[in-house]
């Protein structure tokens, strides 16, 4: 188990074992660090956003005076800014956590492309699968 030590992170962009394809190359470019505009959005049968937001906030709003017995309104005795400011600390730090998450799941995906791809797994792949597998759910080996 890491214990206080740096771990370097930069293996874990998705590896080259499988074809990517835009998705994972656009995915590729973004873990790397590398700036480029989005394309256009491109119309789906999904939800809207914008309404999965609403009913996240209705919801929130819910638990919140749920919880404490009022609403979140002004001169309510709070820094709004500095509550503000935690909270965007703390969506960091998820983000971060998504980012590390992510390509440790697109990296377990391309090693299940490649496995899927030859005849049959030698014993040295699967042990990297079940290393990488590990590795997703914390498990240092």
């Known amino acids: 188990m890491n214990r206080g030590l740096a771990t370097d992170y930069s293996t874990l962009a998705p590896t080259e074992t499988a074809e990517p394809g835009p998705a994972l190359e656009a995915l590729a470019r973004r873990e790397a660090g590398v700036a480029t505009p989005e394309p256009p959005p491109v119309p789906t049968a999904g939800p809207s956003m914008h309404d999965l937001v609403i009913e996240d906030i209705r919801a929130r709003k819910a638990m919140g ?28 730090v998820y983000f971060k956590q998504a980012q590390i998450e992510r390509a440790l799941l697109v990296r377990l995906l391309d090693a299940a492309r490649a496995l899927d791809a030859c005849d049959g797994p030698a014993d040295d792949e699967l042990e990297d699968l079940s290393a990488l597998v590990a590795e ?3 498990i240092k080996r």
């Open 65 to 92: 005076f749920a919880k404490y017995g009022a609403l979140l309104q002004a001169c309510n005795g709070r820094d709004a800014a500095m509550d503000a400011y935690q909270e965007v600390q703390d969506l960091i």
């Open 136 to 138: 997703c759910r914390g």
